[in-house]
């Protein structure tokens, strides 16, 4: 079945810029999501990109997509302790069921 | 705004006492999802409405049911809530199958 992998921690100080990493294993997949969870709430969709696109800027936020090696990755310039909270890489072929990672926990130190 | 709404925010049950959690949205999108969350892991997905038409993933327990009475509304119903049904319940909402919209989330004590 589907797949989709994340490293579990990040630390970086407050000021670096962020990557987070994901992979997933369906070729077939059409988006690809980052979804931020702060503590006790919901996940907040932060932008996603189409399969077709190798990158997506969006202010602080870009995503790169190597579609041939099935890897995304969320960089975060200029991170600031709001930045700190769990981010989830998620993927969907159009269908209505999403997968997944595990998320990653973001640590921003002052 | 438009939102996915849900309520209440907390819920304490005791073990075996049927519990109702509720979703509500004004985005008018046709698909929405309840998913189980529990502690330092991803989302679940119980399962999803298309429209009106109900979709169960295999290993979501009997336990678990769900009502959709209009495009606005979806309810999760947990029977006999036991111990390990202790989580945040995550409803989200799509037009069909694109981005989904996560509501704040209900966290479920059983006590």
């Known amino acids: 079945g589907e797949d989709v992998e994340q490293s579990l921690f990040l630390s970086v100080r407050e000021g670096d810029s962020s990557v987070i990493n994901c992979t997933y294993t369906?070729?077939?997949?059409?988006?690809l999501y980052w979804y931020k969870q702060e503590p006790g709430a919901g996940l907040q969709l932060l932008t996603y990109?189409?399969?077709?696109?190798d990158m997506k800027q969006d202010q602080r936020l870009t995503v790169l997509l190597n579609k041939k090696d099935k890897h995304l990755s969320l960089r975060i310039a200029d991170t600031q302790t709001g930045d700190s909270a769990i981010y989830f890489c998620a993927e969907g072929s159009g269908g209505q069921n999403f997968v997944f990672g595990p998320g990653t926990r973001l640590s921003v130190l002052p | 705004d438009a939102m996915v709404i849900q309520n209440p925010r907390y819920q304490v049950t005791q073990f075996g006492k049927p519990v109702t959690l509720s979703c509500s949205q004004t985005l008018n999108h046709n698909v929405m999802y309840w998913y189980q969350q529990k502690s330092s892991q991803a989302p679940k997905l119980l399962f999803h409405y298309y429209d009106k038409d109900f979709n169960n993933e295999a290993d979501t327990p009997d336990n678990f049911q769900s009502r959709r009475p209009n495009t606005s509304f979806c309810f999760l119903d947990i029977r006999s809530p036991g111990l390990g049904d202790a989580a945040m319940y995550l409803c989200?909402?799509?037009?069909?199958?694109?981005?989904?919209?996560f509501g704040p989330g209900t966290r479920l004590t059983v006590t």
């Open positions: 989200a909402t799509s037009r069909q199958g694109t981005e989904q919209y």
């Open positions: 369906d070729s077939s997949s059409t988006y």
């Open positions: 990109i189409f399969s077709n696109m």
